[in-house]
């Protein structure tokens, strides 16, 4: 069975820092690109970033670029999200996503992530 | 404001017909493969249609996707109170380099 844990998620004060991770099971992480989409509370989903299979390629929303980075470790399974400089704008649930626009699409149960003072 | 284009709302008894379109352009749907998700009240988003007009096992054939230029829709037929939920549409574009999203529609079983 397909599984995405999500963890990491809390409180953090603007400026802070938080870093996401997504333990993967039940398929064989290594040949799936990877996302981090997330969902302010009570509006629509917002794509965050990707990562190739072997982490060589990232693409990120111009809102988080050179603030968040996407990383993954196939060996334990498992994907990361590093947020820095973090803005009140950035509160929202945080799901990691399998293959988001393909046959796989898979995602997980998502974390919450508040900024606030 | 969403590159992809959803109407906010769609509503129909139950037993009848809703689809939802999703209009993009040259360089998001226009070019690359459309997905739906739905998300029911309180949960995470779920797979429903992929590559256009693909669903996955589980989903039932009520379900329906189609594309046509820079255009997507999603059909339900049959609509149960069960439906009642968030859809999105999504696609790569590949001009900003970033996977994108319908601002959503919500669908309500009167």
New interface residues.
């Given amino acids: 069975e397909v599984q995405l844990m999500e963890s990491g998620g809390g409180l953090v004060q603007p400026g802070g820092s938080l870093r996401l991770s997504c333990a993967a099971s039940g398929f064989t992480f290594s040949t799936y690109w990877m996302?981090w989409?997330r969902q302010a509370p009570g509006e629509?989903?917002?794509?965050v970033a990707?990562i190739k299979q072997d982490g060589t390629t990232k693409?990120?929303?111009?809102s988080v670029k050179g603030r968040f980075t996407i990383s993954r470790d196939n060996a334990k399974n498992s994907l990361y999200l590093q947020m820095d400089s973090l803005r009140y704008e950035d509160t929202a649930i945080y799901?990691c996503v399998r293959e988001?626009?393909?046959?796989g699409?898979?995602?997980?149960?998502?974390t919450l992530v508040t900024v606030s003072s | 404001q969403s590159v992809l284009t959803q109407p906010p709302s769609v509503s129909a008894a139950p037993g009848q017909k809703v689809t939802i379109s999703c209009s993009g352009h040259s360089s998001n749907i226009g070019n690359n493969y459309v997905s739906w998700f739905q998300q029911l009240p309180g949960t995470a988003p779920k797979l429903l249609i992929s590559d256009n007009n693909k669903r996955p096992s589980g989903i039932p054939d009520r379900f329906s996707g189609s594309k046509s230029g820079t255009s997507a829709t999603l059909g339900i037929t049959g609509l149960q109170t069960g439906d009642e939920a968030d859809y999105y549409c999504g696609t790569w574009d590949s001009s900003l380099s970033a996977y994108v999203f319908g601002s959503g529609t919500k669908v309500t079983v009167l």
Avoid at chain 1, 44 to 47: I, T
Avoid at chain 1, 59 to 62: A, W
Wanted: aromatic share 28%; net charge negative; charged share 10%.
């Fill in positions: 996302h989409v629509g989903l917002e794509w990707n693409y990120y929303v111009d799901y988001i626009g393909g046959s699409a898979y995602w997980g149960q998502g």
